[in-house]
């Protein structure tokens, strides 16, 4: 099972034309990797112009509505981001959660969507507080439920999803990356989740991610770890040279076996 390292890029660069030289320095070395898949997530507008730049670099968006078509004014639904060779889309992130009114059920109805129409969906979960461990597990153990309701064993299969707490994330006022432990033990626990309900060995073959200020200075911490399978990065993967630091570390250790 490959690892995956994705690029959240939030509503950078401000130009289509830094967007285009991020992806190309991409895509003339993904070739080197043989244990990781690299996911940019880009904004819908830079979408249909990378697609023609993007071969082994694979293309996500940063979300998408649960309508397959309709009249929802400033939506984008899953159909047109197929057209567009977009094969990724991240849900549920918690900017989405906190300044958008994003809840449980409509990043569930999402996910539904989503997978109905051949998208990807990386899948985000995480406290927005720093609660103890025994809290942050009941939290992400009810957010796992209600953001997988109704989901059949082979549609759990298809998701990705992160472990990325709210107070990691670098753009966070006091933010701080998780310590790697904490990180291990909480994708662990989403294993778990997922372990019940789709079987430990099915479980096993998911990557689960985690996200939080992941940049080449830390990186090796959470890579180290077999059972974190990939990151989720955001300011990191806006520049480069980092980004690239960050995926050659996860395709440096070894395939996810436990
Ligand atoms: P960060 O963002 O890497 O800048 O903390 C991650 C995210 O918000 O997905």
Redesign the pocket.
């Known amino acids: 099972m490959k690892k995956i390292v994705v690029a ?1 890029w ?1 509503m950078n660069p401000e130009k289509l034309e830094q967007a285009r030289i991020l992806v190309l320095s991409l895509e003339h070395r993904v070739n080197q990797l043989d244990k990781v898949e690299v996911v940019v997530c880009a904004p819908y507008i830079y979408l249909p112009p990378l697609s023609h730049y993007c071969s082994l670099t694979k293309l996500g968006a940063q979300n998408v509505n649960w309508l397959a078509k309709g009249s929802l004014t400033g939506e984008i639904s899953a159909v047109q981001l197929k057209s567009f060779r977009v094969s990724y889309v991240i849900l549920g ?1 918690s ?1 989405r959660r906190l300044y958008l009114g994003e809840t449980d059920s409509m990043v569930n109805a999402k996910i539904i969507t989503a997978l109905k129409y051949h998208l990807t969906p990386i899948v ?1 979960l995480g406290a927005s507080d720093r609660a103890k461990k025994t809290e942050m597990k009941k939290l992400l153990t009810k957010q796992f439920r209600a953001v997988t309701a109704g989901l059949s064993q082979a549609q759990l299969q298809k998701i990705i999803f992160v472990y ?1 707490p709210v107070w ?4 966070m006022k006091n ?1 701080t990356p998780a310590d790697s432990e904490h990180a291990r033990d909480m994708v662990v626990h989403i294993q778990k989740l997922l372990a019940n309900k789709i079987g430990v060995g099915k479980s096993k073959n998911m990557a689960i991610l985690y ?5 080449r200075s830390n990186v090796a911490e959470f890579a180290k770890h077999p059972e974190i399978g990939g990151a ?5 993967s806006l520049d480069s040279e980092n980004f690239w630091e960050v995926i050659k570390e996860f395709n440096r250790e070894s395939i996810h076996k436990l």
Not at 168 to 171: Q, V, Y
């Open positions: 959240n939030k992130h900017e985000c990325e990691a994330i670098s753009t933010s996200g939080g200020t992941v940049n989720l990065v955001g300011a990191a």
